[in-house]
């Protein structure tokens, strides 16, 4: 168990809808990494807080936004959903200083209808 | 060219044997490698991590790295059928964030 949570572990949703996913790190990280994993692209990099403030950007739409809150949980909101955005979306954590690894929780299967 | 390549498998192997995993990337400020373990429906663990060229080794794992040619390896000896996975490699420098390749599906055998 990487101590890292993510809920819920499915979602099944329409087109066009929102959805929140969220992410509890390890205890004692405070960075948080976003990550989407699709069969034909492997795990893309979304975006990393850290200590509540946004640290990096990656590939994250527009449509997609994220935050961490003060006690260092993270969420990330999906909006009008397309079908491409069926994925996992994976959290990550880590203390955040350099070079530290990430541990990744289990992810959320976002499944768009 | 992308940043990291890594052939996507399946390599299937017998139980017991030497299982090589590759991957290349193209950056040479990348410093940190990491391989990551990913079962099915779950979320990548981490293997091993590494900074410097040369081997590191932790049980039947041995991470190998080799700057100069850009090349990186994981070695899995007297592999196991609970070694059936997705091993992804993933490389960064220093404060950014992680770059992974696409994973390599290894298929183990009894």
């Known amino acids: 168990d990487s101590g890292v949570t993510q809920t819920p572990k499915h979602l099944i949703t329409a087109t066009g809808q929102r959805v929140t996913l969220r992410c509890s790190p390890r205890?004692?990280?405070?960075?948080v990494y976003w990550y989407q994993q699709s069969l034909d692209q492997g795990l893309q990099f979304l975006i990393q807080?850290?200590?509540?403030?946004?640290?990096a950007k990656g590939n994250i739409l527009e449509r997609f936004s994220a935050q961490q809150f003060p006690d260092l949980h993270s969420e990330l909101n999906l909006s009008s959903l397309e079908l491409g955005d069926s994925a996992l979306y994976f959290c990550?954590?880590?203390?955040?200083?350099?070079?530290?690894?990430?541990?990744f929780g289990n992810g959320t299967r976002l499944t768009v209808t | 060219q992308k940043e990291v390549e890594q052939d996507p498998g399946p390599l299937s192997v017998p139980e017991g044997a030497i299982v090589s995993l590759n991957c290349t990337y193209s950056?040479?400020?990348?410093?940190?490698f990491m391989w990551y373990r990913q079962y099915s429906r779950k979320g990548p663990e981490l293997l091993m991590y590494?900074?410097?060229?040369g081997n590191k080794e932790d049980g039947r794992f041995t991470a190998q790295v080799d700057k100069s040619s850009k090349y990186i390896s994981l070695f899995i000896r007297d592999s196991q059928p609970s070694d059936s996975a997705t091993y992804l490699c993933?490389?960064?420098?220093?404060?950014?964030?992680?770059?992974f390749g696409k994973g390599t599906m290894l298929l183990v055998s009894p």
């Open positions: 990550a954590s880590s203390p955040g200083t350099e070079n530290s690894p990430l541990h």
């Open positions: 205890s004692g990280d405070l960075s």
């Open positions: 807080y850290y200590n509540g403030e946004e640290r």
């Open positions: 950056n040479s400020a990348f410093q940190y």
């Open positions: 590494t900074y410097s060229s």
């Open positions: 993933a490389v960064n420098s220093g404060y950014s964030t992680l770059t």
